[in-house]
């Protein structure tokens, strides 16, 4: 449990004159630069985090985002980008968010460096936008040249024999250390891009180019890259920042429905853990969300952007606050690797995982009933699953997890809810009965 004597708290004034109604959509149409710095240095205890994060705080990260809430529709224009800058000094970068931002080549243009750039996508997402990707990157631009590598589709591929196919196309094509790489895809080809470009002669420069709702609101941004291996998920892999990061709302278009729902888990995520706020918005708009509306979407990614940007900002390593954006990925990650990978999508194990540490938070005495409550409700409404696969057994749960990355001098730490809505705690000092009931509730062995 948490001390005052040894937990950090994190707690920011906030601004009662700028209430967002929880059924607004700001319309996104004018370029908003998000810088997110920390005002502060302190000592992360990886062991031990408590973090109090008061509501409103994504208005005050972004004070100057203000003007586009106050836009009407008929003013709303794709042609700008909203911005939300990753400030870590000298590697800081943007995050552009827009309708089209493909068609505008100046974008990508400028984040290239050399004259040679690799383009790392799958079989999937390869037809549906390589073309578009390599005319952004050459028009009007001929000294650069173009290779790219199409990778099997699946998280089951995340290994080391296909990111060997990368190595391999990079060295065939004679790429220097002036290369560029740039990641199309969902999460898979970003960590296996950026992995790639961490280790390609020990660092090249990469871009990020998501193309799912995942990808777009947590994984391309914070510069966590890897593969899995059959022990575990991302046990192995590097941190390291793109140049940029470029978020085309359009490539929703093409998103299978399954994929989408598995990326609001992420959304749901973050509200959870330290924007209630947010998490209101949520459960006053999940419909449109679900319809693909796309001025709620722009904001959800915005606004989870906003969040992801803030916490890397201040521990980019995960020394202690990055890993609260962990919630539910430690039961995530075992029903992953213990059910198959590929068989259920992140987003989905991630859900039922997050169902299974706010049961655990409630038998602690953590939170109250009704945050259950409104976790399972929000996520039937997402459509996607608040249990494990019934195949699943305690056992299984407990020899996955305790290879997990949280896992320290043998101790599991988990990130649970504790207080009001919107808080949470990075710890490894809870009751283990609290964990094995837990374990028992949910599955049948």
């Known amino acids: 449990m948490a001390c005052a004597t040894n937990a950090i708290s994190l707690s920011l004034s906030s601004n009662p004159n700028s209430k967002l109604p929880s059924d607004f959509?700001?319309?996104?149409?004018?370029?908003?630069?998000?810088?997110?710095?920390?005002?502060?240095?302190?000592?992360?205890?990886?062991?031990?985090?408590?973090?109090s994060r008061p509501i409103g705080l994504s208005r005050r990260i972004c004070a100057n985002a203000t003007p586009v809430m106050d836009q009407s529709v008929g003013?709303?224009?794709?042609?700008?980008?909203?911005?939300?800058?990753?400030?870590?000094?000298n590697r800081s970068y943007p995050i552009y968010i827009g309708s089209g931002l493909l068609d505008q080549h100046e974008l990508l243009q400028k984040h290239v460096h050399g004259k040679k750039v690799l383009v790392v996508t799958n079989t999937t997402i390869a037809p549906l936008?390589?073309?578009?990707?390599?005319?952004?990157l050459t028009k009007g631009n001929p000294n650069v040249s173009v290779e790219n590598v199409i990778l099997p589709d699946g998280e089951k591929y995340k290994n080391m024999e296909t990111l060997m196919k990368v190595f391999d196309k990079a060295i065939e094509s004679r790429l220097?250390?002036?290369?560029?790489f740039v990641a199309l895809g969902g999460g898979v080809i970003g960590d296996m891009c950026g992995?790639?470009?961490?280790a390609f002669l020990r660092g090249v420069n990469f871009i990020q180019i998501p193309t799912t709702v995942m990808a777009q609101v947590d994984s391309s941004v914070g510069g966590k890259t890897g593969i899995n291996h059959p022990l575990g998920k991302n046990l192995i892999g590097a941190f390291y920042q793109p140049q940029c990061v470029l978020i085309d709302t359009d490539t929703l278009n093409t998103l299978p429905d399954r994929e989408l729902a598995s990326g609001l888990a992420e959304v749901i995520?973050?509200?959870?853990?330290r924007d209630a706020e947010f998490f209101e918005w949520q459960e006053k708009n999940m419909e449109k969300l679900m319809a693909r509306d796309p001025d709620a979407f722009a904001y959800a990614i915005k606004r989870s952007c906003e969040n992801k940007a803030e916490v890397v900002s201040l521990d980019e390593k995960e020394s202690g606050l990055r890993a609260t954006l962990n919630l539910g990925h430690t039961f995530g990650h075992a029903i992953e690797t213990g059910f198959g990978y590929g068989e259920w999508l992140h987003g989905e194990a991630v859900a039922a995982g997050t169902v299974m540490a706010v049961d655990m938070s409630y038998r602690l005495g953590w939170i109250d009933s009704s945050i259950m409550k409104r976790v399972?409700?929000?996520l039937q409404r997402a459509k996607l699953p608040t249990a494990p696969p019934e195949t699943m057994t305690v056992e299984m749960f407990k020899s996955v997890m305790a290879v997990d990355k949280k896992v320290a001098d043998g101790l599991l730490r988990l990130i649970l809810l504790k207080g009001p809505l919107g808080n949470c705690v990075f710890t490894g000092e809870y009751d283990r009965k609290a964990l094995d009931d837990t374990l028992s509730a949910f599955c049948k062995s």
């Open 129 to 136: 936008h390589l073309d578009k990707v390599v005319d952004a």
């Open 376 to 378: 399972n409700d929000i």
């Open 195 to 198: 992995f790639a470009a961490a």
């Open 25 to 51: 959509i700001p319309k996104l149409n004018r370029p908003v630069n998000v810088s997110l710095r920390a005002s502060t240095s302190a000592e992360l205890d990886p062991g031990r985090l408590f973090l």
């Open 269 to 273: 995520k973050y509200g959870l853990i």
């Open 176 to 180: 220097d250390r002036r290369c560029t």
């Open 75 to 89: 003013e709303r224009s794709s042609s700008v980008p909203t911005i939300v800058e990753v400030d870590l000094g």
